[in-house]
């Protein structure tokens, strides 16, 4: 069964505690996404990374960090330098190459800091 | 950096009516515009994208028209449906060079019955 599958589904940190979430894929996608999703702000970018020992900033990098070692994963790591954690973030990867195109998300992860 | 802006955020209009959704986006180079359904607890989906080489395209009951002069874009969902309520993302990107995607803020729809 192909898809991209993120987890934990809800963590819970507390705060000054660094936490990576999981994205991994099956679907032998080059590009992948990290984005962080808060009520009426819409889904605003992390990072990106277009194929595997690359990475680049989206619009709000300061206090994430990401890995893409293997095609199929793609951690992301909320530091304890963002001032405010507490988000709602999904993954997604493209399958096209060399081009923009679909974007599959996974059921993304519920991080709250106490 | 480009910037997609999305309105209304809130939406609601009778079932049967029709919906519109207007997004403006700053980046005169950005030719990719993706449209993106969101339900209740679930994940985002595709439901329709346009290319800047064309003015409008449509999937039966949804259309998506483009004026690149004016940059911006919009959503038409016709005959709406109670299964159209849910949360709508436009967003704009580059489609040459698999850049990143810059969504809107989002559009709260809902169907009345």
């Known amino acids: 069964d192909g898809g991209i599958t993120q987890s934990p589904k809800y963590l819970f940190r507390k705060e000054g505690q660094n936490v990576t979430l999981s994205c991994e894929q099956n679907?032998?996608?080059?590009?992948m996404y990290w984005y962080r999703q808060d009520p009426g702000q819409g889904l605003r970018l992390i990072y990106y990374s277009q194929i595997v020992n690359d990475f680049q900033k989206g619009d709000i990098a300061e206090g994430y960090s990401v890995s893409r070692e293997k095609k199929e994963s793609f951690p992301l790591t909320v530091t304890s330098a963002q001032k405010n954690p507490t988000a709602f973030y999904l993954c997604a990867s493209s399958r096209e190459t060399g081009v923009t195109g679909e974007l599959f998300f996974g059921e993304g992860s519920r991080l709250t800091v106490l | 950096g480009e910037n997609v802006e999305q309105h209304p955020s809130t939406l609601s209009v009778q079932e049967g009516d029709s919906a519109v959704i207007k997004c403006t986006y700053s980046d005169s180079a950005s030719n990719y515009f993706p449209w993106y359904k969101q339900e209740l607890g679930k994940r985002p989906q595709l439901i329709i994208d346009i290319r800047s080489n064309v003015g409008e395209k449509k999937d039966q009951r949804i259309a998506v028209t483009l004026n690149k002069t004016a940059k911006h874009f919009s959503l038409h969902i016709t005959e709406t449906q109670p299964e159209d309520s849910a949360v709508y993302f436009c967003a704009a990107s580059l489609y040459s060079s698999a850049s990143k995607i810059i969504f809107g803020s989002g559009t709260r729809l809902s169907i009345r019955p």
């Open positions: 679907l032998n996608h080059d590009a």
